[in-house]
Nanobody, 120 residues
Framework: QVQLVESGGGLVQPGGSLRLSCAASGSFFRIFTMGWYRQAPGKQRELVATVTLGGNTNYTDSVKGRFTISRDNAKNTVYLQMNSLKPEDTAVYYC??????????????WGQGTQVTVSS
């Protein structure tokens, strides 16, 4: 089993910045592509950004140029630096990891979510 624990959400004014972190833990696991998704009230969960084990990144159009995803493979941690935040970025942000364990094989893992609120 792999556990993903997020941190770093909160309340920020429009134009401000936040940095989200997500650490993966468990026994004898591998984490491959990691990413961030978000779900606003009344909307479906959407992809924000992903980063592969080799560092290739992908972003949804609405965050390009404002958000940066990165990872530290030694720490099994993925980050999301969010700058120039807008009210429409308000959502619960979820960490996702494509992982593998000897016991369960390949699986998709999710964190518990962290609230990001952009408001004046």
């Amino acid at each position: 089993q792999v556990q993903l624990v997020e941190s770093g959400g909160g309340l920020v004014q429009p134009g401000g910045s936040l940095r989200l972190s997500c650490a993966a833990s468990g026994s004898f696991f591998r984490i491959f592509t990691m990413g961030w998704y978000r779900q606003a009230p009344g909307k479906q969960r959407e992809l924000v950004a992903t980063v592969t084990l080799g560092g290739n990144t992908n972003y949804t159009d609405s965050v390009k140029g404002r958000f940066t995803i990165s990872r530290d493979n030694a720490k099994n941690t993925v980050y999301l630096q969010m700058n120039s935040l807008k009210p429409e970025d308000t959502a619960v942000y979820y960490c996702n990891g494509a992982g593998w364990t000897p016991a369960d094989g390949a699986n998709d893992y999710w964190g518990q979510g962290t609230q990001v609120t952009v408001s004046s």
